[in-house]
């Protein structure tokens, strides 16, 4: 898979259509978003993620995502699994993101 550039609205549709999906809140200022978007890009074609949906949203022009998440910062990352979120915030490494993943993968927690 690619990252997808969405907004609010492809958001909503997003996380109901896709079980399992990871966003990633940028900022054009932040030189943090910049540096990992290359570990993002090639993440979403790693073939253990290729269950997962990867998106990226500006966290300024999109303040209903931004606000539901409680965006305190960028690079900011969510995962929602069949529709809910799961997890969310700041994560600045690679490993971070991969750990994200990880959970995100794991067998679904609100099932237990």
């Given amino acids: 898979m690619t ?14 259509d896709d079980e399992r999906v990871i966003v990633k809140f940028t900022d054009p200022a932040c030189p943090i978003c910049k540096a990992l978007s290359p570990s993002f890009r090639k993440l979403s074609v790693e073939p253990q993620y290729q269950s997962v949906t990867f998106a990226r949203m500006s966290a300024s022009e ?5 606000k ?27 490993d971070g993101i991969r750990a994200m993943l990880s ?10």
Avoid at 62 to 66: A, E
Avoid at 103 to 112: I, T
């Fill in 3 to 16: 990252v997808t550039d969405i907004n609010d609205n492809q958001l909503r549709k997003l996380i109901f």
């Fill in 62 to 66: 999109n303040p209903v995502s931004s």
């Fill in 68 to 94: 539901e998440v409680k965006l305190t910062g960028t690079p900011f990352f969510a995962i929602y699994c069949k529709g809910t979120i799961q997890e969310c915030g700041i994560v600045d490494t690679e």
């Fill in 103 to 112: 959970r995100l993968l794991q067998p679904h927690r609100q099932e237990a």
